[in-house]
């Protein structure tokens, strides 16, 4: 009872960073115009506009984004028995990198929805694929799983700077915006089936809780109290491929949030998943909030996207982890 006391103040961090990132932008509006703008809308007001159609759906998406990938982070982790493990691992990210480029390539500009989709689709046979080569139907070898996903991944991006290397000036242009990882022009075209796959691939999780702390006593312990292992490894891999899969089509490869929210959440609340998810979803959506005001408030009208601000608050933060904490206390 008392470690779930200590999910309070995160939820309330949370927050204060989805209210901050409505009232806070590189246009100045007002808070009685931004409050008016969510109670009383107003179609013909340009800044009620801005506040409905821009910094609400963005603030939502930093939210869904951050869950989604802290969720899958501390799975992977737990998966891998690493603690250095990401969503990356798995070759989501790099299968979802090269599903977009190719459609990117193919009809010469973003469509913001369809490479949701591509994203999707690409991340799910970069997954598949890890799966096959780490030889996961005959083996549960976090290691061998590891290596074929860092070696995947390495395949996989190469074959992506190969497509935009022979792509047209202005095709690679809009690619390297959305590679950086970005919520700018998300809208609610995109929130509303990222939110839904998102929900779904978090209630699964939650639902692999008990599982999962089995698992992470090791394989033969975990099997003696009538859990089985490969059932768990398949379900928790497919979880982390959907919410990974759509955190990346949607907003692009943002690191270090995958990696820090768990470890910040372990120190939080402990090692039991059911908190530990909870934790991580909140935490993470936090983090992704933070990059993204951060980089809109720093980064004037041009602004800083939210994957380079999350590199550079999530890598001190993670070293600051690091030195503190025993990070093979999974």
């Known amino acids: 009872m008392a470690r779930t006391r200590r999910l309070w103040p995160t939820l309330g961090l949370l927050v204060a960073v989805t209210l901050a990132s409505l009232f806070f932008g590189p246009r100045e509006i007002t808070p009685d115009v931004t409050l008016e703008a969510l109670l009383r809308f107003d179609p013909t007001d340009g800044a009620h506009l801005l506040v409905r159609e821009q910094r609400l759906p963005r603030a939502l998406l930093a939210l869904v984004v ?40 193919l009809t010469g500009r973003i469509d913001i929805g369809g490479s949701l989709w591509a994203g999707i689709g690409g991340a799910g046979l970069g997954g598949a694929a890890v799966f096959a080569l ?121 690191t270090f949030v995958g990696l820090s929210a768990p470890h910040l959440a372990r120190h939080i609340v402990g090692p039991a998943h059911r908190g530990l998810l909870l934790a991580s979803m909140i935490l993470g959506g936090a983090l992704v909030g933070i990059a993204d005001l951060a980089g809109r408030v720093i980064g004037g009208p041009t602004q800083i996207d939210v994957g380079i601000m999350a590199a550079l608050i999530g890598g001190p933060v993670f070293v600051a982890l690091a030195r503190r904490m025993r990070m093979n206390a999974l």
Do not use: K, Y
Not at 71 to 100: E, F
Not at 141 to 155: F, H, M, N, Q, T
């Open 134 to 254: 780490g030889g996961m139907a005959r083996t549960r070898d976090p290691v061998r799983l590891v290596l074929a996903g860092a070696a995947l991944s390495i395949v996989l991006l190469t074959l992506t700077r190969l497509v935009t290397v022979n792509v047209e000036a202005h095709v690679f242009d809009q690619f390297r915006h959305w590679a950086v990882g970005s919520l700018q022009g998300r809208d609610w075209q995109v929130l509303g089936p990222a939110a839904a796959l998102v929900a779904l691939g978090a209630l699964a999780a939650l639902a692999l809780a008990r599982p999962l702390d089995a698992l992470a006593l090791g394989q033969d312990f975990g099997q003696s109290l009538g859990a089985d292992p490969r059932r768990i490894w398949l379900a928790a891999a497919g979880v982390i491929v959907v919410l990974s899969g759509v955190a990346t089509a949607a907003a692009g490869p943002i």
């Open 66 to 105: 951050g869950a989604a990938l802290g969720a899958a982070g501390a799975m992977m982790q737990t998966l891998t028995r690493n603690p250095l493990a990401d969503p990356g691992l798995l070759g989501v990210s790099a299968g979802a990198t090269l599903a977009i480029v190719c459609l990117i390539a």
